[in-house]
DNA sequence: GTTTCCCGCTTTTTT
DNA sequence: AGCGGGAAAC
């Protein structure tokens, strides 16, 4: 059967029995294949398939893992496996036994926008702002989480530390006390949950066998909890040192160096043999990863023939380097036989994404963009969602700030501001504090009461003993009691308010936002009350009772018509979500939101061209690969105020991100930079000249072809553009020139009505490289010129990077043009 | 008290 | 290009 298509050694990793296992499986090397066929071969001996843990890094991953499973063992089979990212297998144990970690079952998951909010709130409060930016603080905190620190563990030895930790153990109480959990905790309250007297050892036999992908970028919290779930000693993990991208997110390679060390009896097997790439494309990867000191000496073979050349083609800014990307597309469709479902256009950074989508749409190519700027990123998808959060959990304070007034209903800075001064005083959350401040009758029996606040010390969280000890726990996921209103098992000390909550008490509103604070709170209950109805129904009351679309109706604007697009295009995919859902119970409003909460990409089926970062595009492979920005600057991507130590390791990250973008290709790949690129504000010399990338250099000359606008200077204004040919044609070039414009010159002129500045000052000649041409000059050549017209070379001198051209103009007289060619290509 | 307009800052990479 | 903060306009 299918055992029959490994090699040995895959064929030993599928076949090992129990204990701890170690695959070192360089990239393309089938390492997603033993995977799959181990999970296969793991549920036919007879394991269950739902004691069988698979994790990956991230979703696109995982759903691959999951369909190609799905062709082995049948969808019924397959969907019984817990295969998903670290953060969603989390979400879901989580969701098991809220309670043990203080959370309700509807707990809400904070991105990272939510968590810079919410510590922004807490740093003004502090009245930190000014010593550290809300991000800074963050980063430090999600830091202290990746390696597995506590708020009340957390310290520093200076003294912004200090803040941080401050900080860090608020930011931890209003987490709580919004029954809201960050990407950190879901790792960390699942790894806290092992440890818990009642939960844990259930939790730690949950599984009979647990295999992870991508070893090498796990970080502390993660190796930790992969070591506690695969307590029967049944792990498998999957890795290569020189694919380690994640160090910036705390991962640690020493996780896969030493798991030999930590689990004693570890079989170890290597995959070396490459069935991923073309010879040609792996002589290019071998070569730039070598150049890393930091690795563990190895060499990919494959038995593939050469194959085609890799094509890398320099030009003159980013706008040309997307329709360069397009028109190669285009070329392979039409010449090649292609499909566009076959190409991946890779980037170092989302932000270059946008430009690429331009150019595809004006071509009408089909596409699909992971990760990004995201769909539920938009602004008007995210006060949707927020207000849907604020429905399943109306504890949520971030979610309830974002919709309290949006769209405008007259709740303003200062109404929030009292109330949330009442919410403080009462020692409630803000949306009971809402309440009573809109005079509504006394106390409902809101589960948010639930949250209580959690004692000033935090190492209260561990001896966690508020815990009902009554809940049957693992086992009895499937009945778990519906969310229908509990009375509040928090012994939260009834204390005495010290405002009166019915009369609105020492902080009053005038009745004119009392009145629209009502209307308010009103609304919310009433959705509130539909939280059990349909998913879809419940949007549609959303989307109306909030006004939201008709506030945008009602502006008019090509931008609210944008808008309400995307409203719909939300409303589908809630709908979608519902017809995929197997089971209704799975198609709820908490479903949906862990679902979005954890999924980056709209994932929409292939076809179509597909676009992703680098680090996205891990673990995938594509016929026809598309590295784009190869400068230095883009990828590597380095910054400048980093010290030199930490440069070297930077760069060697960097490195390691080529080798990953390289192998990610089969059969073509396709490198491309420009010499121009406007992205935000970098250095402060000339900030949009780019070098080509360093990677460029190691790449052996048998294995590519170098190509590319040439750029000569300079003109009357801006530079002139060199096409070389190739295919027999010239190529028209506009030159967009001013490149020592600011940006926010730019913008503002753009602003005040202006247009960009555009100034075609191009130049075009026949470019045909050959031993007696300087550079590919020759005289008696043709060039076109944006202004002059067609002239002829009447002399060529110098050479290398800098040569003198005479060109003669009938009618105009000669003109001296100076080429100065930056890099040789 | 609320809304709106304008300025300045920002972005690596993912869950 | 988008967002938050601050100041001026409604």
């Excluded at 809300?134 to 803040?163: C, H, V």
Aim: with cysteine; charged share 30%.
């Amino acid at each position: 059967m299918y055992l029959d298509d490994l090699n040995p050694p895959q064929r030993e990793a599928v076949e090992y029995g129990d204990g701890p296992l170690l695959i070192l499986a360089g990239a393309g090397s089938g390492k997603t294949r033993v995977i799959t066929h181990r999970l296969a071969h793991l549920v036919e001996r007879g394991v269950r398939p739902w004691r069988i843990l698979a994790v990956t890094f991230t979703n696109k991953a995982a759903a691959e893992m999951r369909e190609r499973t799905t062709h082995l063992v049948g969808a019924e089979e397959a969907r019984k496996l817990w295969i998903g990212t670290f953060h969603a297998t989390c979400a879901r144990l989580l969701r098991l036994t809220p309670e043990a970690a203080g959370l309700t079952r509807d707990f809400n998951i904070y991105d990272d926008d939510d968590q810079r909010k919410l510590v922004g709130g807490i740093m003004k409060e502090l009245n930190f702002s000014g010593h550290l930016t809300p991000r800074a603080a963050l980063s430090r905190i999600d830091q202290a989480k990746n390696e597995g620190i506590t708020a009340s563990e957390f310290s520093a030895d200076d003294y912004l530390g200090d803040m941080v930790a401050r900080i860090y153990v608020e930011y931890q109480r209003r987490l709580r006390a919004a029954n809201a959990v960050d990407f950190g905790d879901l790792l960390l309250e699942v790894l806290r949950l092992t440890d818990d007297p009642e939960v844990g050892p259930q939790l730690r036999a949950r599984f009979d066998h647990v295999l992870v992908d991508e070893f090498q970028d796990t970080n502390r919290v993660q190796f930790e909890l992969v070591r506690r779930l695969a307590a029967r000693g049944n792990l498998a993990v999957v890795g290569d040192d020189d694919q380690s991208i994640y160090s910036w997110r705390g991962a640690d390679v020493k996780n896969i160096v030493d798991f030999e060390r930590h689990h004693p009896g570890c079989r170890t097997i290597k995959l070396e043999q490459n069935y991923r790439s073309t010879q040609l494309i792996l002589d290019a990867a071998n070569a730039v990863i070598a150049r890393n000191v930091y690795r563990k000496k190895k060499r990919l073979f494959t038995e593939h023939g050469a194959g085609e050349p890799i094509v890398y083609r320099l030009c003159p800014d980013e706008r040309q380097e997307a329709a360069d990307v397009v028109r190669a597309i285009l070329t392979l469709v039409e010449d090649e036989g292609r499909q566009l479902g076959d190409v991946a256009i890779l980037y170092r950074m989302n932000a270059q994404s946008r430009i690429l989508e331009e150019a595809l749409r004006a071509e009408g190519l089909p596409y699909a963009i992971y990760g990004s700027t995201r769909f539920f990123d938009r602004a008007e998808i995210k006060d949707v969602l927020a207000w849907l959060r604020v429905i399943a959990n109306p504890a949520d304070e971030i979610s309830l700030l974002r919709i309290v007034n949006v769209p405008p209903r007259g709740i303003g800075d200062s109404t929030i501001d009292k109330v949330t001064l009442l919410a403080r005083a009462r020692g409630s959350s803000l949306w009971d504090a809402m309440r009573a401040a809109a005079g509504g009758a006394g106390t409902v029996p809101s589960r948010t009461r639930l949250n209580r606040p959690l004692p000033q010390s935090a190492p209260a969280q561990r001896g966690n003993d508020e815990r009902s000890s009554n809940l049957s726990l693992f086992g009895a996921e499937h009945d778990w009691p519906s969310p229908s209103p509990s009375p509040s098992p928090s012994p939260s000390p009834d204390e005495e308010p010290t405002v009166d909550p019915g009369d609105g008490g020492a902080i009053a509103l005038g009745s004119g936002p009392k009145k629209k604070l009502s209307a308010f709170v009103q609304l919310v209950d009433d959705l509130r009350a539909k939280r059990e109805a349909k998913l879809s129904e419940l949007v549609e009351e959303v989307l109306h009772r909030s006004t939201l679309v008709e506030a945008l109706t009602a502006q008019g604007t090509a931008e609210a018509e944008d808008r309400l697009a995307n409203l719909e295009e939300l409303a589908n995919s809630i709908a979608d979500f519902e017809r995929e859902a197997l089971d209704p119970a799975e198609a709820g409003l908490t479903a949906y939101l862990e679902r979005i909460s954890l999924v980056s990409s709209t994932d929409v089926e292939g076809g179509g061209v597909s676009m992703m970062t680098v680090h996205a595009a891990k673990g995938l492979e594509f016929p026809v690969v598309f590295i784009t920005g190869l400068e230095d600057g883009t990828f590597p991507l380095v910054r400048e105020e980093e010290d030199r130590a930490a440069e070297t390791q930077q760069l060697e990250e960097e490195r390691r991100l080529a080798y990953v973008a390289i192998t990610r290709a089969r059969e073509r790949l396709i490198l491309t930079g420009a010499e121009h690129r406007r992205l935000f504000r970098q250095g402060n010399d000339d900030p949009f000249e780019r070098r080509p990338s360093r990677y460029l250099a190691d790449i052996p000359d048998h294995c590519i072809v170098r190509t590319g606008t040439r750029r000569v200077a300079p003109d009357a204004r801006g530079y002139a553009r060199i096409e070389p040919r190739g295919d027999g044609r010239y190529v028209e070039r506009e030159d967009h020139g001013d490149h020592d414009e600011t940006w926010s010159e730019r913008t503002r002129a753009r602003r005040a009505g202006a247009s960009a500045p555009s100034a075609a000052t191009g130049i075009r000649v026949d470019y045909e490289p050959s031993e007696d041409a300087a550079d590919g000059f020759r005289v008696g050549q043709s060039v076109q010129h944006a202004k002059f017209g067609v002239g002829r070379v009447k002399t060529v001198s110098g050479s290398g990077a800098s040569l003198k051209l005479v060109v003669d103009f009938p009618g105009q007289g000669a003109m001296t043009i100076v080429a100065r060619f930056l890099q040789p290509l």
